[in-house]
């Protein structure tokens, strides 16, 4: 299975567990709602309002939070533009048809910001450490991310992630995507290039920096996931098998099910 087809099975496999959820959730309530105790009706009506509550203010924690952190970056990134730099870069890239805005900031910054319309936010730091070709792989990375609409695709599985954070599964899944999501980027990247040597030279730079000197608004870039991006630039030729915790967070998530379908039949 190829990596995008991945990407789909982990769309569909999270929508499924979240439908499962809720059939099951449904029959659980019916079931106590069409029962004779009186009693019963009501503690089932509280179980039911704190699970919606609990699910629903987590998913309006996930909004806020994204609204108030994009905006705050977006802001503090428009107050650092280095125009000159920006004006130099944004025409060299011109023909990708997306914003580029370079910013004064002594950490690495590389990032696609903002979801409707991404922009691509470079830090004068990321040009000064890095060759032409090694900010070019660097660009047509978050480049992918921009025209794949990654940001949105991420944002809608930490949505859903969030708001039913009592099934361990979707956290699993979660950063498996990522992981991926990561992965397809670079890819993009060196098949542009035509060659996995500059990408390398990056990720290899970023593993010696550490987390020291980069932004943590764009700590993404090497993050979890940089292992299984050194190990496809090095060895390209060689399957990557993504390694995230399955069998426990698969088997509560279950056990949680299960426990409703035994409620709505009892």
Not at 207 to 235: C, M, P, S, W
């Amino acid at each position: 299975m190829n990596a995008s087809a991945k990407l789909r099975w982990v769309y569909v496999l999270m929508a499924g567990f979240i439908v499962l959820f809720g059939v099951q959730a449904w029959m659980f309530v019916a079931s106590s709602v069409s029962s004779d105790g009186g009693q019963c009706v009501i503690v089932t009506g509280i179980e039911a309002g704190l699970i919606f509550g609990f699910t629903l203010a987590r998913v309006l924690w996930r909004l806020g939070s994204q609204a108030y952190w994009t905006k705050k970056w977006r802001n503090h990134f428009r107050s650092r533009e280095h125009v000159k730099l920006t004006k130099r870069l944004a025409y060299k890239y011109r023909d990708l048809g997306v914003g580029i805005r370079v910013v004064r900031d002594d950490a690495f910054v590389a990032m696609a910001l903002g979801i409707r319309r991404p922009t691509i936010i470079i830090s004068d730091t990321v040009l000064n450490m890095f060759s032409e070709d090694e900010v070019e792989a660097i660009v047509l990375h978050e480049w992918h991310h921009c025209r794949n609409r990654d940001n949105a695709k991420l944002f809608i599985m930490r949505l859903a992630t969030e708001g039913f954070s009592y099934m361990p599964i979707m956290r699993s899944l979660l950063r498996y995507y990522q992981t991926w999501m990561e992965l397809l980027a670079d890819r993009f990247a060196i098949r542009r290039m035509g060659t996995e040597l500059p990408l390398a030279s990056v990720l290899l730079k970023l593993a010696k920096l550490g987390n020291q000197r980069q932004h943590a608004a764009a700590i993404h870039f090497a993050a979890a996931t940089l292992d299984y991006r050194i190990a496809q630039v090095l060895e390209p030729e060689q399957e990557i098998t993504v390694k995230v915790p399955l069998v426990r967070p698969l088997f509560f998530t279950l056990s949680l099910l299960l426990l409703l379908m035994i409620g709505g039949d009892a």
